[in-house]
């Protein structure tokens, strides 16, 4: 089963995750969001494997959230945009492995995950 993970090379975490992907030696692919960011219907795709809404995944703590979009209100879809247009808004790093997905920001929740 292919493994993706959605990486920031410039995120602790998210190196974290790498290193625990490569030290067991698993096939995965590494894609560098910032980079080539996600389309929308990828989002939504995501949004499912990851069984979480939207909200879940922005970064609020982030500058360019807090400068244009802290005060507005959006619908499901429109913070899909959000998220296509501004990827530095996506929570990392995202691990992806067939049809589940899961932040792995917590390195033993991502050994569960791997391993189920």
């Not at 995501?46 to 879940?56: A, P």
């Not at 589940?100 to 791997?114: G, W």
Request: neutral net charge.
């Amino acid at each position: 089963m292919k493994i993706v993970i959605l990486h920031n090379n410039r995120c602790g975490k998210s190196r974290a995750a790498l290193q625990l992907l490569e030290s067991k030696g698993l096939d995965y692919e590494t894609r560098l969001y910032l980079e080539n960011p996600l389309s929308e219907t990828e989002i939504k795709e995501l949004l499912e494997k990851l069984d979480v809404s939207v909200n879940d995944i922005i970064r609020k703590n982030e500058e360019i959230w807090k400068e244009n979009f802290s005060s507005t209100t959006y619908s499901e879809q429109g913070l899909i945009s959000i998220l296509s247009n501004y990827p530095k808004l996506l929570q990392r790093p995202i691990v992806i492995k067939g049809n589940k997905a899961i932040v792995a920001r917590d390195l033993e929740k991502l050994e569960q995950f791997l391993s189920a």
